[in-house]
Every structure is written in structure tokens, then in C-alpha cells.
């Protein structure tokens, strides 16, 4: 049974940075994909950053590159997201997902899902 954890939420402030944590089991494809997306109030859940699990391949969306890394430990099983100089807009929450399709953008198209990890601004 496939099942995500995301961890590593929390508060931030402005310019800061954090690292999300979305620990897999039950995923033993030779190639499939993680995403991190993020959702606000009021808002669909939008795509972030993707990266294929065996060929080590990323792709991000633009208002994020540059700024967040997305990586992985194959031997932990674990994918990352690293977010620096977070820009002081409404704080989101974060969700890893997985597919097995060739690294879709749509949230529609990931089949499994975390629980969500929300990332709060701090003053």
C-alpha cells in the first residue's frame, strides 16, 4: 500500500528557509514520479516542483526557481523540499504526491497524496 508523510512544517519567517520532508513506503516502481504542490485559501492546489525517483530528474514551476530545491534519498526513501528567501505572501500547505505517469503537472493526474504539511509565516 502506497502512503506518504510529509514533516518539517512550520513557522518561517520572510526570507527565510525550510525543508519539507515526505517519507514513502509501498513504492517499488522502477520509475515514477514526486511532486510537492501547495495550496492557499481560495486556491487550487498548484504545482511546485517534480522530480523523477530513478533518473534524478526536476522541473519547477517558475515562480519558485531558484529559490526551492526538490531532491531525494533513494536509500531513506525520502523526497525534499527545500524553500529559501520564502517571499512574505500568504503561507500555504504543502502536499507530496506520486504518479506514475511522465512527470505531470496537474494535480489530477497524482493518484496518491500525503496528509499535507502547512508552512505559517512568522513575525
Known amino acids: 500500500q502506497v502512503h506518504?508523510?510529509?514533516s518539517g512544517g512550520g513557522l518561517v519567517q520572510p526570507g527565510g528557509s525550510l525543508r519539507l520532508s515526505c517519507t514513502t513506503s509501498g513504492l517499488t516502481f522502477g520509475s515514477y514520479t514526486?511532486?510537492?504542490f501547495r495550496q492557499s485559501p481560495g486556491k487550487e492546489r498548484e504545482f511546485v516542483a517534480i522530480i523523477n525517483w530513478?533518473?534524478?530528474l526536476?522541473?519547477?514551476a517558475d515562480s519558485v526557481k531558484?529559490?526551492?530545491t526538490i531532491s531525494r534519498d533513494?536509500?531513506?526513501n525520502t523526497v525534499y523540499l527545500q524553500m529559501n528567501s520564502r517571499?512574505?505572501?500568504v503561507t500555504p500547505v504543502h502536499y507530496c504526491a506520486e504518479t506514475t505517469g511522465w512527470a505531470p503537472r496537474l494535480a489530477q493526474d497524482y493518484g496518491y497524496w500525503g496528509q499535507?504539511?502547512?508552512v505559517t509565516a512568522s513575525s
Do not use: I
Open 34 to 36: 514526486m511532486g510537492w
Open 74 to 76: 533513494n536509500a531513506k
Open 66 to 68: 531558484g529559490r526551492f
Open 116 to 118: 499535507g504539511t502547512p
Open 54 to 56: 530513478s533518473e534524478n
Open 87 to 89: 517571499k512574505p505572501d
Open 4 to 6: 506518504l508523510v510529509e
Open 58 to 60: 526536476t522541473y519547477y
